[in-house]
C-alpha cells in the first residue's frame, strides 16, 4: 500500500517522530515500517526542530484526529493475544519479528506498523528503551584489563579547504584511550592501513587484539586478506565487530567526535594534508598527555597507558595533603617513578605507589 494519500492522526505523527528520533532505527527503516514517505518523515523531523518537545507542532491546523493510534483497530484480538503470549518467552521480540512470525506459521500478513503501534500502546517499546538506556551505561564503560590488551582502528573523513577529502586512520589503545597512531592517507584502501598499523606495532608493541568494522580496507567476504595475514604473522586476534557488542569501537567514535568538536573547530580549516598532519601531531600530543579524561577519573590517557594509573592516585591524594604538585613521572622497567614537590621545600618520590623519599630543603642543598 503506498503511503502517498494516506492521513495520519497526531498520535501516530508523534510515535513515528519519536522513534526516529530515538535514534535507533534508519529513516529508510522508519519509512518501511511505518509506511510513510521519507521526505514525509524528515519534513515532520524539520518541523519539531528535532525535538521531542516540538511534537504539537505536527498537529493539524483543521484539527487532528483523537489521540489514539490505530493498533486496537488494525490487529484481531486473536493476534493481539498471540502477541503477549510470545512475549512471555521472547521478550526481545519487535515488530518485525512478529510480522515474520505471523506469515511464516500463521500464514497471516500482519501490519509491521500496527504491530509496532500495538507494542507502543502496550508499554513494550518504552520498558525496553528503560532497560537498554541502563544497559548501555554498562556497555559503554566496556573495557580490558591492560595496554595492548586490544586497539581499537577506524577510519574518518576530513574535507579540506578546496573539497579534497583525505582519511584518518586511528589506532586507540581500548583500556587506556591513548591514540597510538593517527595519520591522513590519501585514499580509504588497505595499501595505506597497513603501514599505519605496522608503524603503530614498532613504535609501542604488539597488540593482542586489533578491534575494526568489517570495511573493505580490513577483511573480504569470500577471500583471506594481507591485512589479516599480517596479523595472523604476529598472532593479533582480529574481531571485526558488529554494532551491538560490547567489544564494539565506542571509544574510537568518541575519538571521532572529539576530533570534530575539539580539533576541527579549533585548529581548522586546513588547506593541506600536510598542514592538517602537522596540527593533528600537535593535537595528538595534548590529547594523550595533557587533556584529562572524565572516563578515566581525570586522569590522562598516557597514565594509564604507561602504568601509572595507581601511583599517580596515591600521589595526587599525598599533593593535595601537602600542598605540593607533581612533577615527573616515568615507568622504567617495571619501576614506576613519580617525583612530587616542593611548594614547600621538600620533594617526594614515589616507586611502585610507595613513598621512598621525603627530603627536606636544606637535605636537598647538601
Not at 584518518?168 to 595519520?183: E, G, W
Not at 595499501?191 to 603503530?200: G, S
Request: neutral net charge.
Amino acid at each position: 500500500m503506498s503511503s502517498k494519500n494516506q492521513r495520519f492522526s497526531f498520535a501516530e505523527k508523534s510515535i513515528i517522530v519519536r522513534t526516529a528520533l530515538e535514534g535507533e532505527l534508519s529513516l529508510d527503516e522508519i519509512s518501511e515500517m511505518f509506511n510513510v514517505r521519507k521526505p514525509t518523515l524528515n519534513n515532520w523531523l524539520k518541523k519539531v526542530d528535532h525535538s521531542t518537545e516540538n511534537l504539537d507542532r505536527l498537529k493539524s491546523k483543521r484539527g487532528h484526529l483523537p489521540a489514539t493510534t490505530k493498533a486496537s483497530q488494525g490487529l484481531a484480538e486473536w493476534i493481539k493475544k498471540e502477541i503477549d503470549f510470545k512475549l512471555i518467552e521472547n521478550p526481545n521480540w519487535g515488530a518485525l519479528k512478529f510480522r515474520e512470525y505471523f506469515f511464516r506459521h500463521c500464514q497471516e500478513l500482519v501490519s509491521q506498523k500496527d504491530i509496532y503501534f500495538y507494542l507502543k500502546d502496550s508499554g513494550v517499546i518504552e520498558a525496553r528503551r528503560k532497560r537498554k538506556s541502563a544497559s548501555t551505561t554498562h556497555n559503554r564503560r566496556f573495557e580490558f584489563d591492560g595496554p595492548l590488551d586490544a586497539v581499537q582502528c577506524d577510519l574518518l573523513q576530513l574535507t579540506l579547504v578546496g573539497g579534497e577529502k583525505a582519511y584518518l586512520v586511528t589506532f586507540i589503545d581500548d583500556y587506556s584511550r591513548f591514540i597510538l597512531n593517527s595519520q591522513l592517507v590519501p585514499t580509504k584502501s588497505m595499501d595505506f592501513v597497513i603501514p599505519c598499523l605496522l608503524k603503530t606495532i614498532r613504535q609501542h608493541g604488539v597488540m593482542d587484539r586489533l578491534i575494526t568494522d568489517k570495511g573493505s580496507e580490513f577483511v573480504n567476504w569470500t577471500s583471506f586478506t594481507r591485512f589479516e595475514q599480517i596479523l595472523s604473522d604476529w598472532e593479533v586476534e582480529l574481531i571485526a565487530s558488529g554494532p551491538d557488542k560490547p567489544q564494539c569501537q565506542g571509544k574510537i567514535e568518541r575519538w571521532h567526535k572529539t576530533l570534530r568538536d575539539d580539533f576541527e573547530d579549533v585548529y581548522g580549516p586546513f588547506t593541506t594534508v600536510v598542514e592538517a598532519q602537522d596540527s593533528l601531531n600537535r593535537f595528538l600530543a595534548f590529547y594523550n598527555f595533557e587533556r584529562p579524561s572524565e572516563a578515566l577519573n581525570g586522569l590522562v590517557p598516557a597514565d594509564r597507558f604507561y602504568g601509572l594509573n595507581d601511583e599517580l592516585v596515591k600521589a595526587l591524594s599525598h599533593c593535595r595533603d601537602t600542598d605540593e604538585r607533581i612533577y615527573f613521572t616515568c615507568n622504567i622497567a617495571g619501576k614506576k617513578l613519580v617525583v612530587c614537590g616542593p611548594k614547600h621545600g621538600s620533594i617526594s618520590v614515589f616507586i611502585n605507589g610507595k613513598e621512598e623519599l621525603n627530603n627536606d630543603k636544606e637535605a636537598i642543598r647538601r
